[in-house]
């Protein structure tokens, strides 16, 4: 049995230029961070000539061609496999649709996977490079390159996206305080919905190829805000980042009206009376997670734990995509 993980994510300064659409025509910049939630893929050998697949649903086939999941069906056809003789099984600690970044964890961590069951070796970022291959070119998703990277370097990093396709990768040069003092004072709360990446990501894509001015100009100032965001990072200036991630939010919600809703803008507004600096909804918007800046950790959980959200605690995770079991 061989079990593999990849962490999910949350980006910290500059999404969303992270789409070929933004990035071929102007570079993109962004500083994501994995955090110690997970997707698990577990390759069990069977003695059946048949794929058994086990995620939200059950699919048993002859053939890799007739699944249904489009992730496993391109990746096994990605590496010419039939399927046969396997079990493949996916499990998550943080739903799907939550905006940290699940489906391309689940990506890196299933070619992870089938590469070990095949006595492989991958390299981290030719890892990353694939599980982009998959889901932009293969299966035509209008989305970013960022969960792929992030959930294959782990860390906090820099990623620069070159007009060319390359990915400059850099870790954040964070002082051990500096890092403590930001994994105790960002917090994270569920919203309660659930939504498709893909389908505000679409709206976004589409202005950018249509060279829209004023999504274009949005995605120039979150670039600048992502660079600033690395400077006081670095700086160990955590008041400043906060309060960026504050003018971050307000940038973010102008790309689309279904960005944000009613519940998260009270929600939002609440948090900024109660204790934190600045934040915003993780992901492409429209549901999931929000994350603060705070340092006044008890006053703000316990205000919106009263409003009905649920905290998620995390911490970093440095290690990226790996090999649990062998």
Not at 63 to 81: D, F, N, T, Y
Not at 160 to 180: A, H, M, N, R, W
Not at 222 to 230: P, Q, T
Not at 277 to 287: R, S, T
């Amino acid at each position: 049995m061989i079990i593999t993980r990849s962490p999910l994510r949350i980006s910290l300064g500059g999404g969303g230029t992270d789409l070929p659409s933004y990035y071929e025509k102007h570079t993109g910049f962004l500083i994501a961070a994995a955090i110690d939630k997970y997707v698990y893929i577990t390759i069990h050998r069977t003695f059946v000539k048949e794929l058994l697949i086990k995620y939200s649903k059950m699919e048993r086939v002859d053939r890799s061609s007739a699944v249904e999941h489009p992730i496993i069906r391109e990746v096994l056809k990605e590496l010419e496999m039939s399927g046969q003789y396997l079990e493949i099984t996916s499990l998550a600690d943080i739903p799907a649709g939550t905006g940290l970044g699940s489906s391309g964890s689940f990506t890196t961590a299933l070619l992870k996977a089938l590469y070990t069951h095949n006595n492989q070796i991958i390299s981290t970022r030719y890892l990353a490079e694939q599980a982009c291959v998959i889901e932009l070119d293969r299966l035509r998703e209008p989305i970013g390159k960022q969960d792929q990277y992030i959930a294959a370097f782990g860390g906090i990093t820099a990623f620069e996206f070159l007009p060319d396709g390359k990915v400059e990768i850099s870790p954040v040069q964070i002082g051990k305080e500096t890092l403590y003092n930001l994994e105790d004072n960002l917090v994270l709360f569920f919203t309660g919905y659930s939504r498709s990446a893909s389908k505000i990501l679409k709206e976004q894509d589409d202005k950018s190829k249509d060279n829209d001015d004023e999504i274009t100009n949005n995605l120039h100032f979150v670039k600048e805000l992502g660079k600033k965001s690395l400077v006081a990072l670095e700086s160990g200036n955590l008041l400043e980042f906060g309060e960026l991630m504050n003018v971050h939010w307000e940038h973010k919600k102008k790309r689309s009206g279904s960005m944000s809703n009613e519940n998260i803008n009270r929600w939002y507004d609440l948090a900024l009376k109660n204790g934190a600096v600045g934040g915003k909804l993780i992901g492409a918007g429209g549901g999931g997670f929000l994350m603060f800046y705070t340092e006044n950790k008890m006053k703000l959980r316990h205000t919106l734990m009263n409003a009905g959200l649920e905290e998620v605690r995390f911490k970093f995770d440095f290690e990226g995509t790996k090999v649990v079991v062998q």
